[in-house]
T-cell receptor, first 111, second 114 residues
Framework: EDQVTQSPEALRLQEGESSSLNCSYT??????LFWYRQDPGKGPEFLFT???AGEEKEKERLKATLTKKESFLHITAPKPEDSATYLC????????????FGPGTSLSVIP | ETGVTQTPRHLVMGMTNKKSLKCEQH?????MYWYKQSAKKPLELMFV???????ENNSVPSRFSPECPNSSHLFLHLHTLQPEDSALYLC?????????????FGPGTRLTVL
């Protein structure tokens, strides 16, 4: 069964304490993997697209990497404003119109 | 208005009511999506429209009825809902379904069914 899982479910960090979030996927052919950020009471906000193993993307304190079976979102020296739920999503080759979202990791950065 | 807008932002309805959710995108995109987001569950894709044509119906009960009159507008008509349908309903758009991973979301409608 095609699925996307994320770990940990929740993560509390001290301000400045770097860490990584994991997204693992089992799909029959990957068209692309995507990271989103969702703040409480708002819709998800697109962050990154990764297409092939070995690819990396960076934006401010965030860096996303991709292997054949998983992706990591590295957060370097996080600030309280980085607190949010981070979602990953997979666009499959075999299902043209369907994007599968993972359950998300809830990140809290404590000052 | 910019991006993706949704109205109303909050909706409380009884099980016998009929209501509609509206979504409008100002991005010039050709694909639009409805998602359901419940507590502790991943985003659930409900419907996909590409160039006004429905291309995906993810086994959604018939009490949810989508309508896409043009590439900028998407509606979700609701009737005889159940309490378990209470959730955040999110609309999104993308340039096309071929580029469907890069979606732009609206703020959502928080629906409560009594």
């Amino acid at each position: 069964e095609d699925q996307v899982t994320q770990s940990p479910e929740a993560l509390r960090l001290q301000e400045g304490e770097s860490s990584s979030l994991n997204c693992s996927y089992t799909v029959s052919g990957l068209r692309g993997l995507f990271w989103y950020r969702q703040d409480p009471g708002k819709g998800p906000e697109f962050l990154f697209t990764l297409y092939s193993a070995g690819e990396e993307k960076e934006k401010e304190r965030l860096k996303a990497t991709l292997t054949k079976k998983e992706s990591f979102l590295h957060i370097t020296a996080p600030k309280p404003e980085d607190s949010a739920t981070y979602l990953c999503a997979v666009h499959q080759e075999t299902s043209y119109d369907k994007v599968i979202f993972g359950p998300g990791t809830s990140l809290s950065v404590i000052p | 208005e910019t991006g993706v807008t949704q109205t109303p932002r909050h909706l409380v309805m009884g099980m016998t009511n009929k209501k509609s959710l509206k979504c409008e995108q100002h991005l010039g995109h050709n694909a639009m999506y409805w998602y359901k987001q419940s507590a502790k569950k991943p985003l659930e894709l409900m419907f996909v429209y590409n160039f006004k044509e429905q291309t995906e119906n993810n086994s959604v009960p018939s009490r949810f009825s989508p309508e896409c009159p043009n590439s900028s507008h998407l509606f979700l008509h609701l009737h005889t809902l159940q309490p378990e349908d209470s959730a955040l309903y999110l609309c999104a758009s993308s340039q096309s379904t071929r580029l469907g991973g890069e979606q732009f979301f609206g703020p959502g409608t928080r629906l409560t069914v009594l």
